[in-house]
């Protein structure tokens, strides 16, 4: 369930803050988010894949705690993100 390079280098270009960001919290959370969409696809064909499952729980935990540090630090950056992504917040 690993993200192609050419992917990966999408993802950095359209949520880097800076020229040279490749780990703030938004690459993170797009990344995330990404990966998540895909294992969600994943599940919907292998609903007895439990571990995957389990994975996937853990990455939406993640994404969650990351999102809440972006909604501290700024509010406005927040409700863009996840309106460019598509998520609830």
Excluded: P
Excluded at 5 to 15: F, L, M, T, V
């Amino acid at each position: 369930m690993a993200l192609l390079q050419e992917r990966k280098h999408e993802i950095i270009s359209d949520y880097q803050v800076h020229e040279t960001d490749t780990g703030s919290a938004d690459v993170q959370v797009a990344m995330l988010t990404e990966r998540i969409n895909k294992l969600s696809d994943h599940l919907k064909t292998n609903k007895k894949d439990h571990a995957s499952r389990r994975g996937l729980l853990k990455m939406i935990g993640h994404r969650k705690q990351l999102l809440a540090y972006i909604l501290k630090q700024d509010q406005g950056r927040y409700r863009a993100l996840i309106g460019r992504l598509g998520i609830r917040g």
